[in-house]
């Protein structure tokens, strides 16, 4: 757990700094909520047993019960436009595999920002946010990207039937784990599609952005597309991009992204843009975050204004996924070296177990906001508990001995060197303790 926390500390510090307030939301939802949001996905939702009330299922992400609390609050100003974060968990019927950092219960931490703004400003922040965090936790990665509005414009002109789009998205989606016979395949006689239109739609998906590539060359062939030009939707889709890519270079992180138009992302919430942030370290881990626009999927939970259309919030986000990450730190990690308990003084008895003085020594360091800890006996072996402070990684050991502390002495020593000249710890006075082990923990830092 200790690796975990420190993964949760340091990505909530990254949401703070970018302004980022918390909030709750149940573990379970109606399942009429959850139910039509997931695409193909929906099957792995997690339903509970019908006791005479409600049909419930447990919450599949942290996206949906956001936009739901959205649509309750109204026209609070807070909720109108707020940035939002959320660390909790979420339940998926998948199969769970340990190594990959796949689970049926595992946490995910959320960052959106609801809100009507200027065009692709909070889609920039959110994609710092998250390039930010995960910098933090040191994991390489780069950044897939795409646009929904583009995709289904692309399968538009291509000639798929409006009520197959949704469908052959999700195959689409395939295309980072199969070859492209495969998807293809998929199209034509799994979904219906004529070859003639698989193909074209494969001219446009296999466009991608190769490592060492600029997101600008691919932008371009798009810009230069006739077929495209005239679709309004593909066009809006491709001035975001356009945007987007400006603002990103202000933010320094335009290098991190790849541009890849068979990216379709099988939720049904999107709207807009789309992304991936793949891991570049470990090998069958996948994707470490995703999110995108999702403007509609408030206006589904609000009602309708006295015009009839529906009440809407826009919002972007993004999602981490800890247990991906923590995979990948975790194999980084030697167990015999992780400190799993932030105890920083251990404090030991000499002769006599001075229970209750070292009961009184560990108040002190409490009260003065230091992690102290002693063992729960009253004549410990001093063996033991030098034991019990190696082991348990503690930087210091604060030493009593009854001739010592019947003179208001004490004596410090430093764990993590195991050097003559501190022999059986320094010897200090007692009212100094506090203040001496505040300034040694700062020089750890």
């Known amino acids: 757990m200790a690796i975990r926390q420190e993964l949760f500390n340091k990505i909530t ?18 399942r009429e909520i959850l139910s039509g949001k997931y695409g193909e996905d929906s099957k792995l939702i997690y339903d509970l047993a019908n006791q005479g009330g409600e049909d419930c299922s447990l919450r599949y992400d942290l996206t949906v019960p956001f936009a739901r609390y959205l649509a309750m609050q109204g ?26 950092g796949r689970l049926r219960e595992f946490y995910q931490c959320d960052f959106d920002i609801a809100g009507v703004y200027d065009p692709m ?8 946010t998250v390039c930010d965090a995960l910098d933090t936790v040191q994991v390489p990665f780069h950044i897939k990207m795409s646009h929904r509005q ?17 469908s052959i998205s999700s195959a689409v989606d395939k295309l980072d784990k199969l070859p492209w016979k495969d998807v293809k395949y998929e199209m034509m006689h ?6 003639s239109v698989s193909d074209r739609i494969g001219h446009y ?8 590539d600029s997101p600008d060359r691919i932008l371009s062939l798009l810009q230069n597309d006739r077929d495209l030009a005239l679709h309004s939707g593909a066009c809006k889709g491709i001035a975001d991009i356009s945007l987007l890519l400006e603002y990103l270079d202000i933010f320094r992180i335009k290098d991190r992204i790849r541009l890849d138009l068979s990216l379709a992302r099988g939720l049904d919430y999107y709207t807009g843009l789309i992304y991936e942030a793949i891991q ?15 403007d509609g999927l408030v206006g589904i939970f609000s009602g309708t204004n006295k015009s009839g259309k529906p009440k809407t919030i826009p919002c972007v986000g993004v999602s981490i996924g800890v247990e991906r990450l923590f995979s990948i730190l975790m194999g980084r990690q030697n167990m ?6 932030p105890t920083e003084v251990y404090v030991i008895s000499v002769g006599d177990g001075l229970l209750k003085e070292r009961m009184e020594v560990a108040r002190e360091l409490w009260d003065a906001g230091i992690k102290a800890s002693y063992m729960f006996k009253n004549k410990p072996k001093l063996e033991k508990q030098w034991l019990a402070c190696e082991k348990g990684q503690i930087p210091f050991a604060v030493i009593l001995g009854k001739d010592e502390m019947d003179n208001g002495k004490v004596r410090i020593k430093d764990m993590r060197y195991k050097d003559e000249s501190q022999r059986g710890g320094i010897l200090i006075d007692r009212k100094e303790m506090a203040h001496q082990l505040w300034n040694r923990m700062n020089n750890l830092l």
């Open 150 to 166: 583009i995709l289904d414009g692309i399968l538009e002109v291509c000639g798929v039937p409006s009520g197959k789009i949704r």
């Open 13 to 30: 510090t990254v949401f703070q700094q970018h302004g980022g307030v918390t909030i709750d939301t149940p573990v379970f939802e109606m």
């Open 336 to 341: 015999d070296e992780i400190k799993s308990n």
């Open 75 to 100: 026209n609070k100003p807070e909720a109108v436009q707020m940035k939002r974060y959320q660390i909790a968990k979420v339940y998926r019927r998948d199969q769970p595999a340990m190594t990959k």
């Open 121 to 128: 400003i909070p889609d920039s922040e959110v994609l710092k």
């Open 205 to 212: 998906i296999q466009m991608r952005q190769e490592e060492n």
């Open 280 to 294: 570049n370290e470990t090998e069958g881990v996948g994707s470490i975050a995703a999110g995108g626009r999702y």
């Open 190 to 195: 799994e979904k219906g599609l004529e070859e």
